[in-house]
């Protein structure tokens, strides 16, 4: 496809319960990123790719977030033993540019976990 | 490490009158900056970004930016608000490879 594309869109897990959300990313995109959004609020960064490489995971919030992108592509976020304060629009972005501050970021839609 | 912060977690315009949406931002460096527009249940859209040229910047759907350094500001403006204008508004920062954003500031426009 042409943009960002992140499944599930929707996901409810019960407390306790493992979950993966996945993203693939624009094509030839090298930097992949994955943002947590609460509600009512702005993105927070939680972990950054160079191709397969994560550079940089200093906003994952504990060890149960693990993220993966073992072929410089697709990028799966796993949450394990989810909590209730865990529930959020997880956001996945791309950009075609490796070492740049100034390059546009593309946003897939999101992933909405509600955790019970 | 770098910051910003929105003023006004709401804004409400009528129609046709203009757009003002406030943002300052902290950095040690030159900034990069940015803002991202979000309509419901769909992801981040850039409107528009400075990167240390012109310090006016314009954007898509009529949006500009104007970079005061002497303010710490990237406000965001629009002439005559539009209907479809009406969405969550996002300024953000460059550093360290990724985005830091604001806590957002929600447009509603009155007919």
């Known amino acids: 496809g042409a943009g960002v594309s992140q499944s599930p869109r929707y996901k409810v897990a019960k407390r306790g319960q493992d979950v993966a959300l996945r993203c693939d990313p624009i094509?030839?995109?090298?930097?992949l990123f994955w943002y947590q959004q609460a509600l009512g609020q702005g993105p927070e960064f939680l972990t950054y790719?160079?191709?397969?490489?994560?550079?940089?995971k200093s906003g994952l919030p504990s060890d149960r977030f693990f993220a993966e992108r073992p072929e410089g592509s697709v990028s799966t976020l796993k949450i394990q033993r989810t909590q209730q304060e865990d529930s959020a629009v997880y956001l996945c972005?791309?950009?075609?540019?490796?070492?740049?501050?100034?390059?546009?970021?593309?946003f897939g839609e999101g992933s909405r976990l509600t955790v019970l | 490490a770098q910051s910003v912060t929105q003023l006004g977690s709401h804004v409400s315009v009528s129609e046709g009158a203009l757009v003002l949406l406030r943002c300052n931002y902290s950095?040690?460096?030159?900034?990069?900056l940015f803002w991202y527009v979000q309509y419901p249940n769909q992801g981040l859209q850039l409107l528009l970004k400075?990167?240390?040229?012109?310090?006016l910047v314009k954007g898509i759907n009529g949006f500009e930016a104007e970079f005061k350094k002497s303010e710490t500001s990237f406000h965001l403006t629009k002439p005559s608000a539009h209907m479809s204008d009406a969405a969550e508004y996002f300024c953000?920062?460059?550093?360290?490879?990724?985005?830091?954003f604001g806590q957002g500031t929600r447009l509603t426009i009155n007919p």
């Open positions: 972005a791309s950009r075609t540019t490796r070492f740049s501050n100034t390059g546009e970021l593309f």
């Open positions: 094509s030839g995109h090298v930097s």
């Open positions: 790719f160079q191709n397969e490489a994560q550079l940089d």
């Open positions: 950095s040690s460096v030159p900034p990069y």
């Open positions: 400075y990167t240390s040229a012109a310090t």
């Open positions: 953000a920062v460059s550093g360290a490879q990724k985005l830091v």
